[in-house]
């Protein structure tokens, strides 16, 4: 499969920055998460991930670490009202990409995943076994692909909020046609003020500025 049909490649190869880092060194540090850590690999084997974080760098790395598998979305502010015992075990959840300040929300018997370090590092917790993982030295990215080719008809995300299931096709397709009718630049930034409720939001804010290689800054202003 060419990489590039994936959403976490397809973002890394235009070059463009999330809260100052390149995405290239997120998505590679999400890479470098899986290749180092066998307890999250047996975690996710067969099952997805979830992500329970603010909009932001970590928020990437997450993706590339999601092992191929569709990655459920699942929002802060509506997991600190409603416990998310059900809907993990609905969606069939391996472990949980977070930080500190939400781990609380997850239940104790998940395994997850602290990113407020990345991506110089991560902490697992899966399996019985707690590790800290280097993510400062990546491994190499092989980024060579058809920038415009179709995306992959896997599904890349999960959307808890409505249901939707997203492949990589849907968000890179839409990405490209909102760079186009936008006319975007790699001089374009963008506010990403928070975690995608719909495909329209997330790639408004955050796919098609990272496509054409400009910048995403969480919250606040540019």
């Known amino acids: 499969m060419d990489p590039l049909a994936l959403l976490p490649y397809a973002l890394a190869a235009a070059g463009g920055r999330v809260a100052g880092h390149d995405v290239t060194a997120l998505v590679a540090a999400g890479v470098t998460l899986l290749q180092r850590s066998a307890p999250l690999v047996r975690a996710l084997a067969g099952r997805r991930s979830a992500v329970l ?31 998310l015992d059900a809907l993990l075990e609905t969606q069939g959840i391996g472990a949980v990409f977070t930080n500190r300040a939400l781990l609380s929300l997850v239940p104790s018997d998940v395994p997850y ?7 110089r590092q991560a902490r697992v917790c899966a399996n019985g076994r707690d590790s800290e993982v280097d993510l400062g030295t990546h491994f190499a990215l092989d980024l060579i692909g058809d920038s415009n080719g179709d995306g992959s008809p896997e599904e890349c995300l999960r959307l808890a909020r409505r249901g939707d299931a997203l492949t990589h096709a849907d968000i890179l397709g839409a990405g490209r046609r909102v760079m186009h009718e936008r006319g975007l ?10 975690v995608p409720a719909s495909l329209e939001d997330f790639v408004q804010c955050v796919v098609a500025p990272l496509l054409v ?8 202003s540019v």
């Open 53 to 83: 974080l603010p909009p932001g760098a970590a928020w990437l790395v997450a993706l590339a670490a999601s092992d191929g598998r569709a990655m459920v979305v699942l929002d802060p502010h509506e997991a600190a009202s409603t416990p």
């Open 113 to 119: 995943v602290l990113l407020d370090d990345a991506p």
């Open 185 to 194: 630049t790699p001089l374009h930034r963008a506010v990403w003020t928070a």
């Open 213 to 220: 290689g400009g910048g995403v800054e969480p919250g606040g």
